[in-house]
Structure formats: C-alpha cells, structure tokens
C-alpha cells in the first residue's frame, strides 16, 4: 500500500518540479529529500508491522491450541468440583437445562461452585435446592431482560 502510493507520488513530483520555475530548485531538492526520507520511515515501519503480523500468525496455532487445552483442563476440573458438589439428580436435571439454556445452567454452575468456595454449602446440592437457584436464576433473568417501548403519540391534523 505504502509502495503504491510512492510510486504513485513520484512522476506528479516529477511534473510538479518542472512545471515550477528553476528559482525554487533548492527549495524543491530539501522538500523532495524530507519527503523520500518521512516516506522511507512510512514504508519501514509498516515493513515492521507486517513482520510482526507474520511472527503472531506463525506462533499463533501453537498458542490456540495451548488455550484450548487450558480450557479444556479448567473445564474437566470445573465437572469435577460440581460432580463432588451436587446429587446424581441434580446433575441430571443441570444436564438437561444445560441442553436448552446452557447459559441459566452455567449460571447456575457458577453459583454453586461459589457457595462452596464462601462455604455455605454443608451437603451436597440436591434436586430441590437445585430448583430454588434455578428460580432465582429465572427471576434475575427476566428483571435483566425486561424491555419497554414507549410510543409517541402524534397528532395528525
């Protein structure tokens, strides 16, 4: 892009400088040297930013997958801690949730690993504790998504 526009700046240059009168050559020789030099900083440093696009591209596979091995790590822990933490069936009813919604599920996740970590859990969470959350969770969601359209009335005279 850099090297297009050069190119495309040089020959006005060239027709610039002779169409003006030789008094001002000198004027034109230091415009033309701040001009080469202002233009050659432009094209190294995009040639520097282009380098570096290259390098994060080459190292960015290995580092994608690295994330989502880390994701995928956390996540197997994550199971872990709420197959500790909950019944069989509450497990299965958050199994089901999590088909249909899986955000109000992972809310839901969310809340009991936290009740654990502050340790108000004293057993584990079963199916009719897990039914108490999952209210709380739709009442919360339904103030959030609440939406009110006012309508303005006009008069049409």
Not at 91 to 101: D, G, M, N, Y
Request: aromatic share 2%; charged share 30%.
């Amino acid at each position: 892009c850099v090297a297009f526009v050069a190119r495309a700046l040089a020959p006005t240059r060239q027709r610039n400088s002779s169409a003006r009168s030789k008094t001002n050559q000198p004027h034109q020789a230091q415009t033309a040297t701040m001009a080469d030099s202002e233009l050659e900083a432009i094209r190294a440093k995009r040639m520097a930013e282009l380098q570096a696009q290259a390098a994060q591209r080459n190292a960015s596979p290995r580092s994608m997958e690295k994330q989502a091995e880390i994701r995928r790590q956390q996540e197997d822990q994550r199971q872990v801690v709420l197959l500790q933490l909950t019944t069989t069936e509450a497990r299965e009813r958050l199994s089901r949730i999590a088909l249909v919604k899986p955000e109000k599920a992972r809310i839901v996740e969310d809340m009991i690993i936290r009740a654990a970590q502050s340790g108000q859990l004293r057993e584990k969470v079963n199916e009719p504790a897990l039914i108490n959350m999952l209210e709380e969770v739709s009442e919360q969601m339904n103030h959030e998504t609440k939406i009110t359209i006012k309508h303005r009335n006009y008069d049409d005279e």
